[in-house]
């Protein structure tokens, strides 16, 4: 059997069951971060206090990250039955991002309708933007470098008009509520407790969401089986799986979005086995490795071939009529 098809049932229905008590780890995650603020405060007259606080401004950034991930999951309904608590968990967990959370899920679920076509966010298609090859060489190393986020922002004013009138609403009491909390810390925290605490990590995890969004899909082709539609990495780095909450098994994920990210790492683990060697090449065991070798990639990017991708396309019309689709709807198993 071709992809992940021959993945037994049995571990399937054992990778879907939900076991709620994984969600301390949001609690568990706050109250890092609020030791990691504890910390900056206690150092912030030591005379390492900047190589310190850079630290512990990385671990913030990855805390956000895993409670990220938990966001993603509630978004696909894996956290919780009810899509009122859903929601809210996807809000807690999400809102650190400094994104709206109803703004994602339009995004997110409509992502994997459309995953690596030439409408989807995710697909960076660099020609678009300039087809000298030393510029689209520059210009994908600084996506993928640091500036996915402002490239990701630019793109959202799709999903905006997607929105209905309440879901606009929505979306801007989610934005000004988090950046109202953000400006009260602001305001009663040292400013050097202030940058370490969430700005320098906001920094850091733009570099981690370019990083990893260049892993999870850049030069992955569009397929109607998902099992071919991005990586899984990292899968021998358990502590930034642990902070993480599993984001790095992205292929599982793509091909069984139903999958809660605490039950991914053993389902890979357990299914490995029964892929096919095409998906077996795509899966790595750690991060940089995987890293560097697409940025190699993107050093000897030929932009006429990449051109010749899109050469028949009629790009607007196939925006058109993708974006009119909906996103995959929560609870989808496969």
Same mark, same amino acid.
């Given at each position: 059997? =071709?992809?992940?098809? =021959? ?30 603020? &504890? ?26 990250? *895993? /409670? ?22 996807? /809000? ?33 298609? %660099? ?19 640091? &500036? ?8 959202? *004013? ?22 109202? $909390?953000?400006?009260? =810390?602001?305001?009663?925290?040292? /400013? ?22 260049? $892993?999870?899909?850049?030069?992955? /082709?569009?397929?109607?089986?998902? &099992? ?12 930034? +799986?642990?902070?993480?909450?599993? %984001? ?32 077996? &090449?795509?899966?790595?065991? *750690? ?8 940025? *190699? ?16 396309? +009629? ?20």
């Amino acid at each position: 059997m =071709a992809g992940m098809e =021959a993945v037994p049932q049995d571990l399937l229905r054992q990778a879907y069951e939900r076991k709620p008590v994984h969600l301390l780890k949001i609690p568990l995650h706050f109250a890092l971060w609020a030791g990691a603020t &504890a910390v900056l405060y206690a150092t912030r007259d030591h005379a390492l206090a900047i190589p310190i606080g850079l630290l512990i401004s990385f671990f913030i950034a990855n805390l956000i990250r *895993g /409670l990220g991930a938990v966001a993603h999951d509630a978004v696909h309904g894996n956290c919780a039955r009810s899509k009122r608590l859903s929601y809210l968990i996807a /809000l807690v967990c999400w809102a650190p991002s400094g994104m709206s959370v109803t703004l994602y899920r339009n995004y997110h679920l409509h992502h994997h309708r459309i995953t690596n076509t030439y409408p989807d966010v995710d697909n960076f298609v %660099v020609t678009d933007y300039t087809r000298n090859p030393v510029l689209a060489k520059l210009l994908l190393l600084v996506v993928y470098g640091f &500036a996915y986020p402002i490239y990701f922002a630019t793109q959202m *004013g799709r999903y905006t008009l997607r929105l209905t009138g309440w879901q606009r609403v929505q979306m801007v009491l989610e934005l000004v509520g988090w950046w109202s $909390i953000m400006a009260v =810390a602001f305001a009663l925290m040292p /400013l050097q407790v202030f940058l370490f605490f969430y700005l320098v990590p906001f920094l850091f995890g733009a570099v981690l969401a370019s990083l990893t969004s260049m $892993i999870e899909h850049y030069e992955m /082709l569009p397929s109607d089986d998902d &099992a071919y539609s991005s990586r899984t990495y990292g899968t021998s780095a358990h502590f930034m +799986n642990f902070l993480w909450n599993n %984001v790095s098994y992205h292929n599982e994920h793509h091909k069984y979005p139903g999958i809660p990210f605490y039950n991914l790492r053993s389902f890979h683990e357990a299914a490995y086995p029964y892929y096919e060697e095409r998906v077996k &090449a795509e899966c790595y065991p *750690g991060v940089l490795g995987i890293a560097f070798k697409l940025y *190699g990639r993107i050093l000897k990017l030929d932009v006429t071939r990449l051109d010749e991708r899109y050469r028949d396309l +009629n790009k607007e019309a196939e925006r058109s009529r993708l974006m009119a689709l909906n996103g995959i709807q929560p609870g989808v198993t496969a």
